[in-house]
Structures are given as C-alpha cells and as structure tokens.
C-alpha cells in the first residue's frame, strides 16, 4: 500500500461487545417429554432462569436485549410467525433485525466493521435466529435485502461494491461453500503483517442485487449439505461464517469506506463442555471441539482484561476459528452476540451455561475505527493493472478484512451474470422436474439441510450409489458404490438393494423388491434419510415438513421394540408420563443414528467392534423398591475377543468424533492406521456390571432365617444368572436361632443386640460365563451404614460357581432406624463380570469397626467416635466389646438369681398350704381365709404348664409368620415380572401378549390369596388351641 494514504481518524472508541438473548419456542420432543419453561422474562432486558430441581432458586441475568420468543405469536398467510394480540410480548424475527440487523447496517454505513455471533446449544434455535426457515427469514437474509435496499435510494454520483462469500470451520478445515471443488485438507488461513489473518484463495462473490445473493445462499447451503453427507459431519458440528465484504466508492472525494461484516453461526455450545468426555482417557484427543473451546478462552481472557486482571496471553492462534475473529473479539469491530437458549427443564444445564458465557462475553471490549481511505490516480491505475493480470470467475480474497484483488469491478460483475444465468437455468429445470418426476429428497438433522438435495427417478432402472456411473450419484456412510436400484415402470416405482446393502423403508429393513408409496421413508446405509415423493398423481397439499429426522428414527425404534412405554413412563394422575424417563427416550433417539455411524466406520475400518444402545438401569430399582434414574449407555463388544466395555453418552459421543476424525483420514488415502493409546476404537478391559439382585431383609425384623434362591436382573430387566443365599439370626459365636427365639414385634429388638450371618452359597447359569469361557465373576454388596461394598472372592471359568463365603454381622444396640430398614429395604447384590486382563475388584477392611470376634458391626451412629490416644482403632473396638459382653454376663447372672427367687417362693408357698392343712380344725376362721387368700393362685406345675403352652403357641405363630413371608417374597417376585411384562408393538402380538398377561396376573392373585388364605387358617388354628386349653385350666 504503498501508494495509499490512509487518512487520519481520531482514536478508535471503545465499545463493549453486545449481547442479546433469545428463548424460543418448545420443541417437539420437549413437547412429547413433558417439559416445563424455566425460563422468564420481565422486561426487554433481564433474563431469569428456575432450577427445575431446585424451585425457588433462581438466577437473574440482564443483557442488552432479552427477547421471548416462547409463546405468544401465531402465523400469518405467509407462514410468518406474528404477535397473536398487541399484549403479547413475543418478539419476531422483524424485532430481533429491528434492532441487532439494522444496527450492523448502520455500522456498515458509517464504514465500520460488524460482527454477528449466534451461540447456544444444538436445537436452541441459532440458525433460525441467523438464517429463518422459508418466509420468515433471520438476520442475515434480511440485512442482505435491506442493504441493496438502500443502495438503490443513494445517490447515482457514487459507487457500492458488494461481494459475498460463505465457509464452513468442522475439525479444524476450512470449507468454501461457494465453490464445488473441495481442496484437501481444506483452506488455509494466512497473516498479513498490516490486515491480520485472512482465508486463502476463498471465493467472493460480486452481487448487485439481493436475488444474487439468495441464489449464492441455497448454492452454499447444497455444498454445505452434500459435504456433511460425505464427511458424515452434522452441522451442528461446525461453524458457518458468511461474509459481506462492503465498499462505498465516492469519486468526487477520491474517497472510500470499506466495512467487512461477518455474520457466525457457531457450533452447538454442548460440544465444548469439559464434562462431554468425562472419564474418557482420550478426552483431548478431537479436534471439532476445538474451535469453540478456544473461543470460550479467548472471551475469557478478554473478559479479564477488561477487569484490569492480569492477562499475559490472548490464545487467538490456538484455533482457527479464533484466528478469524481476531478483529471482531477485542479487535477493529462493533460485535453482537446472540444467546439461543431452550426454555425446557430437560436443557436448564446447557442454558445456565449459555448464558455465563453471554455475561462472560458483554465484558469484552473492542475497539472499532472507521474504515477509510484516500487513492491517488497513480495508485488507482496500478491497482487496475493488478486486477487485469486475473481471470478467474471469483474474486480470490479473504474474510474479517482484507481488500481482494482480480479484476476491474464491471468486469467481474459482468462475468458473474454469465454465471447467474445458467444457475437460473438449472434451477428452473430441477423445479420443471420436481413437478412430473417421481424423487427423492434428503432429510437432514439440520432442518436448515433438509429439502437441499433431490434425486428424480426417470422411466426404467436407474441405480443408485457411490460410483459416478450412477444415475443417482449418493454420498454417505455405509453406501456402496452399487447400493439401490430404483425401477420407475408402469406407474409403480420400486426399489431393490443390491447384496448385503442396508436399505430401511418406513422404519424395516428390506432384502428384496420393495414397491414404493408416496411420501415413503428410505433410509440408505447408516443413516442417509430420503423422503420419495411420488407421482404428481399421488401428491396433495400435505405437509412434508412433519416428516423431519427424529420421524426417521422414532419410526426406526418402534421398528425395533423401543418405545416409551417399554422404558417404563408410568403415567401420573395428570395423564403426563414420567419427564425423566421420556428424556432417556429422546437420547435414545438422538443416538440411534449416531451408533448406527460408529459401527459402519468400525465395520470399514476392520475394527471388529459392535456398539448397542442400552438403557442403564431400565429394570433396577433401589434398595426401598423405587426406580432408579435412567441414562442411555452404549454396550461395545470386540467381536474377535469378546471383550465388552460400558461408554457413557458422553464417552461415547467423545470417541464418535475420534472415529469420525480417523475415518476421514482413511477416506482421503491416508495413513489410518494410530497406537493402541492412541485408537478411540479401543479401551482397557474392564470390570462390567452385569446385574443385581434385591433381598428383602423383613424376616431379620423378626429373628427368622432366610433363603432363597434370587434372580440377577440385567439392564433389559432379563435374568443374567441365580443367586443362592442364605440369611441367618444368629448368637455372638454363631449359632443360628431356633423358631423359639422369633419374634413377635420388631420393637422386642429395640436396644438389644443383633447378630446376622449373610452367606452367598452359589451362582447358577450365568449368562456372562456361556457367551465365552475365559471370563469370571465377583459379587459385592453394602448393607445399611455399611462404609465399603463388600466383594467375594473372584471365580474363572465356571458357570455355575460354588462361592460358600460367610460374613457375620453385629449391631449390639438396635435402633428404631436399623429395624425400620430391615422391615422397608432389601439387600442389593450386584453381580460383576470379569475379563482376561482386568483388575479384580477387592476392599479394605481397616477401617471397619469389628467385635472381638471379627464380626462387622452396624448400626454404630450412637457409638462415639474416639480420636487416636495411642490406642488402635481394633483395640478400641475390643474394649467396647469386652465392656457389652460382661453387661450381658451381668444381665444373664440377674436372671439366674430371679429364677432362684421365683423357685423360693413357690417353696414358700407350698410349705403355707401345708401349714394351713395343720390348723384347719382348730381355726377354722382362719383357714378360710388362707383358703380365700391362696385358692387363686395356681400351683407351680399349672404355672409351668401354662408357659410350656404359651411358648408353643408363640412357636407355632412363628412358623406361621415365616411361611407367610416366604410366600410374599414370592410373590413380589412375582408382581416385579409382572411390572416389566410391556406390551408388543406389533399388533400381530397383542393378543398373545394380553392373554400371558392376564395369566400372569390370575397367578399372582392365585399366589397373594393362597398365602393370606394359609396365615388366616394358621393363626385360626393356634387361637383355637388356646382357646380349648383355657378351657380345660378353668374346668
């Protein structure tokens, strides 16, 4: 630039980044979660968020603009969504442009650079916000057409150069969008010493018009499908970044300003969290994530700067998204950020977390100049000169500020009507056939993709694949060059795959000639969602839009078995079904497709894994009997090995972006081949849960033995193998109580001692040991205030071990809570599978308090806690011991001297009766009264009678009471099978299903009635033997 002057402008002003927020309205799958808003608005500006867990607790946030957009509005002939009445506060998308779009026009205007960044969670609505869907247009669209708008009123005296260019930042490449020839490895991001960072040879596009520009927007918005297709990359992934390059030319001042205004579509804020890959080992291993993790920094740095807190760096290299936005974050520019948010309680994590980030983000301060300058003839000429020595269609410049360089002005313009033309060519053909020719239109994630791409299907067979020779040419994982053949004869269209390729129609695979119907759902290789529209015959006014990507793999799971009501959403009293359980759903669906990819890119790699979606305690339930939370989990099984691993969601979502990162590698022709650390396809081996097994302890409350024989159940509610245990009251040295020592009435344990054994017998027909020999199991289990999980020895290769491992317990003073949870809780067995390699699972004993005998005490809350006063902790214990056994000697030598008393004083009383015979002639007034005072009280034989026969009879109940609670452990058994027993989604299998149902159900009442039937008869029966000896003492 050496022959330009710049002129002289007065110092940039501050100004602090803006920030507005909008909530929009439910989706439908928070719809069909039951989701509640948690978020309000009480004035243009502040934000307030509830924790759905928490009521009550709320946040307030306040921002430069607040807008609802939640409820509120209907839509108008046009399809464009409107205030409902003049008192809803709904805001439009003409009120968000009103003020975010017009103040980057203005900005633009006075020649200052403007930058727009929409942020927020996948699905919260940035792209609706920056694009809109049909008429109703967002911010970028609007400001495009009102920019020419208010060309065409300026003055004809000066000049208004416009070019437009549209990339694509995922995994770290650049895409041009505007150009149908991919570059490997994607474009490169330069520095120029005076104009910062800028996109190499990236297409800009001179427009005269905001038809143009509409055109070059679907022309990029068909790239950026089609290369998310073949990339097998959603778009909530990556970053579009449209620019507006903006000259205003004034001859008669030899004047120009020149404003860059950049409009940002970030990635989906959930992919940046640092929780997404917790406990993964490879957690900052991907690459996608980068991007906006660097840029959260970047704000975070400037954010405290501008608190005057020392900052030594800006890490703006460390990514190149952040590389781009130099100037617009603390640089040259008048910067907006958008927040989306959800309003639904199922998101309330992700939007408390946008919105830190807003408010970490309007602390950012910039400091913007306005953009202009003065030529010289000389420089102009040269300047031509240089523009000449180009003759590319495009002008190869760069975004965020840096001037282009090709060609004169009108000799570019001129270049790009020739383009215009054949483009409206095509366009106008593509609609001519989309009017008489039976197609398929592609469905995407994005509803923003959606509608882009249409395949016709012409009269006879056409195949469709990869291969170029196709006359359907169809990119995306999982299709083979050969995949399809569609046949288009007689009116019928049919559709035929081509050996071991996967092809879905309306949700069920399909091997053979398949006839298609209007508005049908295909679905090739992993996950490539078409919608075939029909004839023009078979085609009326419906709604296509229904049929959107979550239609694709709701239809998919029901296909499947999977449904709401097999994961168990009760219904409430309301009619709503269970939030949480409908939230595990939704994941559920979201990650179908996504494992579906994971296991094509595994297949092509030759990486031998399986993955299957699972649902984490599906069937389980805590140790009271209520359902524990559900999550979605992935099962990944090694096909050669056998080996088995659990990944979280999260984790597994991590490791989808490794593979994907790998598989693209191995598409480009490059080495694929990493380290075993190194490789997302493969972890440790590792302990997995396999099941567990419930106990109710309730016999224990009554000093009655238990055993039984209990299920495992796995994550499915399916019984994974068979425990044999056996609990036992029992004395301090282990002997096991007789029937004589049951009792009544818990509350008769109240402060005495409490002796249990739990002896784990055996385990039969373990699934996990059938599937592959060289595996082995452990079992663990905690019992009330128990600190540790207590583990059984480990045992290889044997599906039906003998374990015979024996714990004894103490709790030497029940309390009113210990007896409470053994008449309310059961005893939770977890069953654990081994593999080859892993570490084994064991725990340590030390700081367990034990009796001198080495029995493990409990319910040890009233025993004071003793700081280290030279004495071991087992000394201490020992003591505490000794100290209870000699009470009990005390209590049990109390007896002894009472038993003597009572012994004396039936003596007493016997020798009385003899005196009182001696006396009976000579006092006879006197004997009566003996006789009165002594005829009441029965002899000693009928008092030892009399208890002899009340301990039968408390002997007896015993028995009955125990046979009763065997009968109901049954038959909660029992009722549990019948809780998980849920109905078929085939209706070809209803009525099998109803009738095992209602025999499950006549069994169960058969079961309930018989033992209540048995402990009626049995306690009649004790009451009637009482009754009858009573009568024959009183005779």
Known sequence: MANEKVMKTPMPSTDSVKVAVRVRPFSQREKNSGSKCVISM?????????????????????????????????????GVLISADPTSKFASQRDVFHDIGRGILDSAWQGYNATLLAYGQTGAGKSYSMVGFGADKGVIPSVCEELFEAIEKQERSQDYQ?????????????????????????????????????????????????????????????????????????????????????????????????????????????????????????????????????????????ADAALRKKVLHIPYRDSVLTKLLQSALGGNSRTTLIAAISPADICYEETLSTLRYAERAKKVRNKAVVNTCTLSRESRAENDKLLLRCGDSGVAGHQLGRPAAQSTWAHLLEQARREWEQQYAAVALERQLMKTLPHLVNVNEDPQLSGVLKYFIRAGTCDA?????????????????????????????????????????????????????????????????????????????????RFDYDFFQLERAAVEGVSVDKLGAVSSGDGQADPSVLAVFQDYIKLRPLVAEANQMSEELKKGLEMELKVKNLASSDSRGYDLQKEVMVKVTNQRTHEVWIWSKAKFINRKFLMEELYQRFLEGEDSCVAQEDDPFWDPVEVIHLGSAHIWLQSLAYCMQFEDQVEFLNSDGLEEAVLHIHITP???????????????????????????????????????????????????????????????????????????????????????????????????????????????????????????EGHIMLDTKKIPSVKDTGQTASNLTSELYLKVLKSEQEMELLRNINRTLREENMTLKE?????????????????????????????????????????????????????????????????????????????????????????????????????????????????????????????
């Open 911 to 1035: 020798s009385l009766e003899k005196f009182g015979c001696s006396q009976q002639a000579h006092k006879p007034s006197n004997i009566l009264k003996i006789t009165q005072m002594t005829a009441p009280m029965p002899s000693a034989a009928e008092i030892n009678q009399i208890c002899t026969q009340q301990a039968s009879c408390d002997k007896e109940f015993a028995k009955a009471l125990k046979v009763f609670y065997q009968s109901m452990n049954l038959a909660r058994a029992q009722f549990l099978r019948v809780r998980q027993h849920k109905p078929p989604e085939d209706d070809q299998m209803l009525r099998p299903f109803i009738h095992q149902q209602s025999q499950m159900l006549k069994d169960f009442g058969d079961l309930l009635e018989s033992s209540l039937w048995k402990l009626k008869n049995d306690i009649a029966l004790i009451v009637k033997k009482k009754r009858e000896y009573l009568l024959r003492i009183k005779q």
């Open 162 to 302: 416009v070019t437009f260019s549209m990339l694509e930042i995922y995994n770290e490449q650049i895409r041009d969008l505007l150009s149908r020839t991919k570059k490997p490895g994607g474009l490169k991001v330069r520095e120029d010493q005076n104009m910062g960072f800028y996109v190499e040879g990236l297409t800009s596009v001179p427009c005269e018009n905001y038809a143009q520009i509409e055109k070059l927007m679907e022309q990029g918005t068909r790239i950026r499908t089609t290369a998310s297709t073949n990339m097998n990359a959603s778009s909530s992934r990556s970053h579009m970044v449209t620019t507006i390059q903006f000259k205003q030319v004034f001859p008669d001042r030899a004047l120009t300003k020149q404003s860059s205004i950049n409009l940002v579509d970030l990635a989906g804020s959930e992919r940046q969290k640092s929780s997404g890959s917790e406990g993964d080992r490879l957690r900052e291993g991907s690459r996608v994530n980068l991007s906006l993790t660097n840029l959260g920094n970047v704000i975070s740095a400037l």
């Open 465 to 545: 694949g990869q291969a170029a020779s196709n006359a359907i040419t169809l990119q995306g994982l999982g299709i083979s060059d050969k995949h399809a053949s569609f046949t288009n004869l007689d009116g019928k269209v049919t559709v035929t795959p081509y050996s071991k390729c996967k092809v879905v129609v309306n949700g069920v695979p399909i091997t053979t000639r398949t006839k298609l119907h209007h508005l049908d759902r295909i679905i090739l290789g992993s996950s490539s969602a078409y919608l075939y529209v029909g004839f023009p015959s078979e085609r009326s006014s419906e709604d296509l839009s």
């Open 730 to 852: 029992c004395s301090p040295t282990g002997r096991a109580h007789s029937e004589e020592e049951v009792v009544i009435d818990p509350l008769e344990l109240l402060g005495k001692r409490i002796d249990f054994q739990i002896h784990i017998v055996r385990c039969l027909g373990i699934k996990w040991l059938k599937e592959a020999a060289r595996r082995g199991i452990q079992m663990g289990y905690r019992i009330y205030d128990l600190p540790i999980t207590l583990y059984t020895k480990p045992v290889w290769k044997t599906v039906n071990p003998q374990i015979e491992e024996t714990v004894q317990f103490a709790a030497f003073s029940a309390s009113q809570e210990f007896l409470n949870y053994l008449q309310t809780n059961a005893l939770i067995v977890d069953l654990w599978g081994l593999q080859e390699g892993c570490a084994e699972l064991s725990c340590s004993r030390l700081d367990l308090m034990v009796t001198g």
């Open 42 to 78: 009480h004035s243009r500006t502040t934000t307030t968020i509830e924790d759905p867990k928490n009521p009550g607790h709320v946040k307030t946030f306040t921002f430069d603009s607040a807008y609802w957009s939640h409820d509120g509005f209907q839509k108008d002939k046009d």
